[in-house]
């Protein structure tokens, strides 16, 4: 009796150890959660100067700041970052819902079901039809008059084990309107 006991003691510790060597090593595959605030946009335009009317282009980078890749969901550069417009005050630029490009089928585009990652330290350009180059009214964004206008943005990045946030995480870029 004594040997059978001794033998269902030693079972079931050696159960108990291959079920925490298990979880030892599905926790040790499981991504640590990573930030979203490692993910900052730089943005540029085309030009410093403008008159009334002209075209704005702009080029968008996500840019890791982190020491470690980052994965995130791919979307359409207006999905990735959210441009901020304000005049020479600080007020903020209202957007013009009907510029507001709408953005093709997922599916058709190529968004859907898509990661990307960015290494440490690395950046990736977002592009828009194979264009880097893209137009700031897309993002329904058009200075209304002229004068000095500061554009910054915040990236929208979401994906598995990604934390999201939502702050100001951009250089600012000053330009300007002539009548």
Known sequence: MFLHYRTLLSRIASSAFATLILASCLAAQQPAEQVARDVHAHIETDRTVYRLGDTIQVRLRLQNVSSRPVHFWLDSPRGQVRLLLSDSIGHAVDLEKSLIRQPCDDRKCG???????IGSDESLTLR???????????????????????????PIVVGP?????????SNEVTFSIEP
């Not at 968004?111 to 990652?117: E, I, K, M, V």
């Not at 084990?161 to 995480?169: E, G, I, Q, S, V």
């Open 161 to 169: 084990n990604l934390k999201p946030d939502t702050t100001l995480r």
């Open 128 to 154: 828009w039809e194979n264009r880097e180059w893209l137009n700031l009214q897309d993002w329904g964004l058009r200075p209304p008059a002229a004068g000095t206008y500061t554009l910054a943005g915040i």
């Open 111 to 117: 968004w859907f079901n898509r990661t990307s990652a």
